[in-house]
């Protein structure tokens, strides 16, 4: 057999060709030996296995927090700030309560001239409980105030401190009232007029002991109005229908809808007169005026404190303090201290959270406080349709 017939010849195995072996003999090659080892190699290897290297730390995982609901997030802010105002409300009573041991304990030395109530009349005026700072005056409130002050035997005179354009003249009459009953139990009234005690301000300052203004305030325009706004063209435009279903012909008299007619037109100046009436009665009582005098200077225009001085309606020009001295003059009471009448005080803050219902929560409550009490404006809830 030639090398190429041997070439040619199939491997016994039947597989084909081997790509590693030759086929220029029958023998196979032998196969590299591995490299031998050392002692030293050998040695080391054993090293290591007897002692394997140990591996590195595991790393410390940080547990990660739960996450919390949202409804439980609105718990816990609903619950700090309920904890909030039980602290707030504490911390307020804690310092009222300290205040008003303190005005006890020093009320006999303080106030043993005598007293000389002082009540501000600031804000329009309305019937009803508006307290000072809220905006308005409330005939309630004031009327509360002039008659502690007037059956207080350690009060010897009253000054009502006036800034306000007018009001209601329900209202002025109700404090009116309650000034002449202070009077008649003895309690000289001093009015101190500030930046304006226009209308019905004037109203409540005119039966006063002594009247005193500032050459700068705005006082006067002695006389009644009523308003309407007749909105019925504009509704016509916009496609506005109102129907109304009424008891009387006059019934729906004011209505937006509508203008006045000539009948109601003279009856509601009727009203405006009278009032007006009784405006100017009391203006000529009080200043010792007759009422064709009073009539002469009130169509409504408003005075300088100095003209209305000349005009007979103020008695003199001066400021708070000057009221102050008149007031202790005319009661002959000169060590007198002042006594401010809507004070906030303790007792102030419990009678009136105790009106609102006692059925507060906490957090209502420290809310209920500073609307009522501590809120510089608020609303007005009344509708005034006539203003002196």
């Known amino acids: 057999m ?6 040619n010849k199939p491997h016994p195995s039947g597989s084909g060709y081997r790509p590693y072996y030759s086929y220029a003999s029958e023998t196979e090659p032998e196969m ?11 040695s080391v290897t054993a090293s ?9 730390p595991a790393a410390v995982v940080k547990p990660q927090p739960a996450k919390v609901s949202s409804g439980k997030k609105q718990e816990k802010q609903s619950s700090w700030k309920k904890n909030s105002a039980i602290i707030a409300i504490i911390l307020i009573g804690l310092v009222l309560f300290l205040a008003a041991a303190y005005i006890g304990a020093t009320s006999a030395s303080g106030f043993s001239g005598g007293k000389i109530a002082v009540i501000n009349v600031h804000g329009t005026m309305a019937t009803g409980e508006l307290p000072y700072g809220s905006g308005y005056a409330g005939s309630d409130t004031i009327c509360g105030y002039i008659r502690q002050a007037a059956d207080d035997n350690s009060v010897k005179a009253i000054i ?3 800034n306000s354009p007018g009001g209601s003249p329900a209202c002025a009459q109700e404090i009116v009232e309650e000034i002449k009953r202070a009077q008649e139990k003895g ?3 001093v009015i101190s007029m500030g930046d304006v005690a226009a209308s019905a301000a004037y109203y409540i300052s005119a039966p006063a002991d002594y009247i005193y203004a500032n050459s700068g305030t705005t006082t006067g325009s002695i006389g009644v109005i009523n308003t309407h706004v007749d909105y019925s063209e504009a509704y016509e435009k916009e496609g506005i229908n109102v129907e109304i279903i009424k008891s009387g012909e006059m019934k729906d ?23 007006y009436g009784v405006f100017v009665q009391e203006i000529a009582t009080g200043r010792n005026m007759t009422v064709d005098d009073v009539k002469k200077i009130s169509d409504g225009r408003p005075y300088t404190g100095q003209t209305a001085m000349e005009l007979g309606l103020v008695d003199g020009l001066g400021n708070f ?3 102050v001295d008149k007031a202790k003059e005319l009661s002959g ?22 009106t609102a219902g006692g059925n507060l929560s906490n957090a209502d409550a420290a809310e209920f406080v500073y609307e009522r009490l501590l809120s510089p404006q608020r609303e007005n809830p009344y509708q005034l349709n006539a203003s002196v």
């Open 2 to 7: 030639t090398q190429d017939s041997q070439q």
């Open 32 to 42: 590299p030996k591995k490299p031998a080892v050392s002692d030293s190699a050998v």
């Open 48 to 56: 290591v296995a007897a002692h394997p290297v140990s591996k590195p």
């Open 160 to 162: 009502l401190r006036v």
């Open 187 to 189: 309690k000289p009234v």
């Open 253 to 275: 008299i004011g209505g937006s809808w509508r203008p006045y007619t000539s009948k109601e037109t003279v009856y509601m100046q009727g009203i405006i007169d009278e009032q």
């Open 321 to 323: 303090y000057d009221a």
């Open 333 to 354: 009471s000169n060590s007198a201290s002042l006594y401010y009448m809507d004070s906030l005080s303790l007792s102030r803050i419990l009678f009136s959270a105790e």
